[in-house]
């Protein structure tokens, strides 16, 4: 059970060489940076963490990271990811065309 594991291991990997030499990885990131800005949600998880920050003793980012992480995930709008997920199903999608 472990080697479909390991082969589709390998083809996320191959694809995501494959997105960043052709610098669609990075289009792609600033797509979705710049739509959680336009929703509000970078700035949410801003001020999360901010306020988080403000309440420790001792800072730790690593800690901050773990509070916000999962609920900052769930919080991302359902209409951003669908159209994350189109750019990347669209990018596999013509990956095979070829």
């Known amino acids: 059970m472990s080697k479909p594991t390991s082969e589709s291991d390998e083809f996320y990997s191959q694809i995501q060489r494959r997105m ?5 990885w990075d289009r792609i ?11 509000g949600w ?6 999360r963490a901010k306020e988080r920050a403000g309440s420790m ?3 730790s980012f690593r800690l901050i990271l ?3 992480s999962q609920p900052g995930q769930a919080t991302v ?3 951003v990811k669908r159209e994350v997920m189109s750019a990347l199903r669209q990018y596999v999608k013509d990956q ?3």
Request: hydrophobic fraction near 30%; avoid cysteine; charged fraction near 35%.
């Open 29 to 39: 990131l600033r797509q979705l940076s710049s739509k959680l800005s336009e929703h």
């Open 66 to 68: 773990e509070e916000i």
């Open 20 to 24: 960043i030499e052709s610098g669609d």
């Open 57 to 59: 003793d001792t800072l």
């Open 96 to 98: 095979f065309e070829k």
């Open 77 to 79: 709008p359902p209409a």
């Open 42 to 47: 970078t700035d949410e998880v801003h001020l």
